[in-house]
């Protein structure tokens, strides 16, 4: 069994859009799984509005709680962008411009250069420019907080570069599909859980499909503890309700 | 203009599947369209573990801070359903059974009744059941926390059940579409923000458009001042800049 503590993240997704209704958030979901895949354990999700006093709290709580923190969104050249505001705010520092952001973001604009352009290249004193490598502009980071853009193919090509980072040791998932009731077999599944500390289990009913009617999920750092739960659940499960094991 | 203030609401998510990716949140994107279209302002999501403490201290803290909370997921029979209990935790009182919850599981469930099916009836005590009228179960609430299913289709038929309860006055929305850069009418737009408080303005750039690139809101519960801010926006827009507006 593998002693290794597991690396914690927080997302904070800023944006009145999505809290309105009218932007549909697909950033959650895509680092979720990202963070997941490279065995960081995403411990907590917020989604705020654009205000600079809120993301300063949350940015500064984050920050405190967890090994590494991700916002999203915010960062653009209009009024509604003041997530280096808020971070900076949160710590109770200033932004200032900084020179090789301001320098590249000269070049990319050209003539179409304006201060609400240049204000893009203002962020809390102390950050870091993680360059990526793979397009214009690097990552801004400060302390353990990463600042991500809202858009969700920027934000995906922006995590991409930068992800290797955050790799840590694997999760091992099985997923077992079963043709039962959720109520039938919960005190079976309960029971194992009690015996099972390293494994966690999750079960997820499912409506839509013909061929099974609950997703049981067994999740370990150990592939032995896992493998021997995972044993354990099916010696005990009624005939003819697996369906198949993942 | 309307002098009244707005009912806030928060949004909790409880469930590890959403965090570890693997299953994706559909329930912020509906909660949150259709809270604003009943006039309800969406003020944070929180997505969360399940973990009785973290959940209690979340439904209490949002208990305070907004006119209304739901609660996502949690509900069902397996081990990994503990809302009720953080419920019940965040405001120092117990899980009770609920003699009337008992009775509908039973008569549900009939021969397959269990320990684990009886658990669901097991709510805070002092907790009241809102009869949606349309369906077996009826939605648990405890003070202004409704506690609702995680299951997408299960959370739809609730809160469509009990909706019209917190309709409040409307917001009026344009949707403004723009073949321009964000960053040459940044300027322009943050005047018009500077100038027009009692409406709220976003900018979204749209990178798989080919008609527009980006989509301007403007939002507001007064319809005339919304108008007069939206007519000064385009006076002021440079000249084929406006592709359309809704």
Sequence with gaps: MEQETAKTAGLIIIGNEILSGKVR?????????????????????????????????????FSRTYDYVFTSGGIGPTHD??????????????TKRHPVLAERFRKYYGERTNAAVMKMSEIPEGAELVDSGTSGFPVVSFRNVFVLPGIPRYFR??????????RSSAFYLRRIFLNANESDIAEILNAVVAENAEVAFGSYPELDSAEYRIIVTAESRSRNLLDESVHSLLARLPENTLVRLE
Tied chains: 1, 2.
Excluded at 39 to 61: F, T, Y
Excluded at 88 to 94: D, N, Q, T, V, W
């Design 157 to 166: 090509e922006k995590f991409s570069a930068i992800r290797e980072r955050f």
């Design 25 to 61: 958030d697909s950033n959650s979901f895509y680092l979720a799984s990202e963070l997941r895949s490279l065995g960081v354990e995403l411990a907590r999700i917020s989604v705020i509005p654009d205000d600079a006093e809120l993301i300063g709290k949350e940015v500064s709580l």
């Design 81 to 94: 962008d003041i997530t280096m505001e808020g971070i900076a705010r949160g710590f109770s520092i200033r």
